[in-house]
């Protein structure tokens, strides 16, 4: 059983242009959360979805969007890089009131 | 306020030391509390669930205050191999981090 897979590992942008990054949940999951994680800081929640739709959302712009799929994948999009946005990108997977898996991560560095 | 505080660190200690990390949360509508682990450049992993009644897992502990808002974590016989990134999550309808504890375990 595959646990949760991110595409790609690694990508390097310029500021002003557009990222999106993927996410595969673990089988049997239906919720997938996307974290930022800036350089010796905590994972910082960015969103969650759930049935194709944004149930909750953290404290970031709407540079940050996301898309749920019927499969339960799913996709972060930011638009307009900063180089403030460079960070790993962690995706986690969870069923109902079950523990989280993540990802091993998406690190984006902006130049 | 921050939702989820931990102890700054970070914790230097010898193999075999008794080390324990704290934690505070704000939401009070909190249901499910979790401690993870973090190794460097890799993703978290669940090192444990933390149960109103404490429970314990080998050599850790956890335990959860309701009243306080409070969870902790204990490790007993400190190895080498615990040496990580220790993040306190906490759980309403999604997962809240705090910024992680380095605990760093030397012989």
Redesign the interface.
């Known amino acids: 059983d595959a646990g949760v897979t991110q595409s790609p590992t690694h990508l390097i942008k310029t500021r002003g242009q557009q990222v999106t990054l993927r996410c595969s949940p673990k089988s049997g999951h239906d919720t997938v959360s996307w974290y930022q994680q800036a350089l010796g800081q905590g994972p910082q929640f960015i969103f969650q979805y759930y049935e194709e739709e944004e149930r909750q959302r953290g404290n970031f712009p709407d540079r940050f969007s996301g898309h749920q799929f019927p499969n339960y994948s799913s996709e972060l999009n930011v638009n307009a890089l900063l180089l403030g946005d460079s960070a790993l990108y962690l995706c986690a997977s969870s069923a109902m009131n079950t523990e989280a898996f993540f990802g091993q991560g998406t690190r984006l560095t902006v130049v | 306020r921050k939702e989820?505080e931990?102890d700054p660190g970070p914790f230097n200690v010898p193999e075999g030391a008794t080390v324990a990390f704290n934690c505070t949360y704000s939401n009070s509508a909190s249901q499910?509390f979790?401690w993870y682990r973090q190794d460097c450049r890799?993703?978290?992993?669940?090192l444990m669930?933390v149960y109103s009644s404490g429970n314990e897992d080998g050599r850790f502990t956890a335990q959860l205050n309701r009243a306080s808002q409070y969870i902790s974590l204990l490790i007993r016989d400190s190895k080498l191999s615990d040496s990580a990134t220790y993040?306190c999550v906490v759980s309403y309808?999604?997962?809240?981090?705090?910024?992680?504890t380095r605990l760093t375990v030397k012989p």
């Open positions: 989820v931990q499910s979790f890799k993703e978290p992993k669940l669930s993040l309808l999604d997962m809240r981090f705090g910024a992680g």
